[in-house]
């Protein structure tokens, strides 16, 4: 695979105006060499990825992370209002964030 494209400070310049945000020189040129380090990062993955390695997103199986679900009995009322700092009528209390 050949190189990524490099960012020119024209095509920073472009984008800025496309986007709509004004660059000082310094934030331009800062951006410049932030988004070439970004292009460089991906040609180095694009270097060792091979089609026998199928695209992923997370590296370990999101199946590590997952319980087998089994049933078990639910808390009582009681039971899950018991560290509740307020309560009343069987219910959490909470203070009010919406105006009627």
């Known amino acids: 695979m050949g190189s990524m494209p490099r960012f020119t400070r ?3 310049e472009h984008l ?4 709509r ?15 070439n380090v970004i292009s ?3 040609a180095k993955v694009q270097e060792v990825a091979s ?26 009322q009681d039971q899950a209002l018991s560290g509740a700092p ?7 209390v909470a203070p009010q964030i919406l105006a009627d």
């Open 86 to 92: 307020a309560k009343e009528d069987g219910m959490f």
């Open 51 to 76: 089609e026998d390695v199928p695209p992923t997103a997370n590296p370990v199986p999101l199946e590590a992370y997952l319980r087998p679900d089994e049933p078990a009995k639910p808390l009582t």
């Open 21 to 35: 945000i004004a660059l000082s020189d310094k934030e331009a040129e800062r951006l410049q060499g932030e988004l």
């Open 10 to 12: 024209q095509e920073i």
């Open 40 to 42: 460089d990062s991906i």
């Open 16 to 19: 800025a105006d496309l986007s």
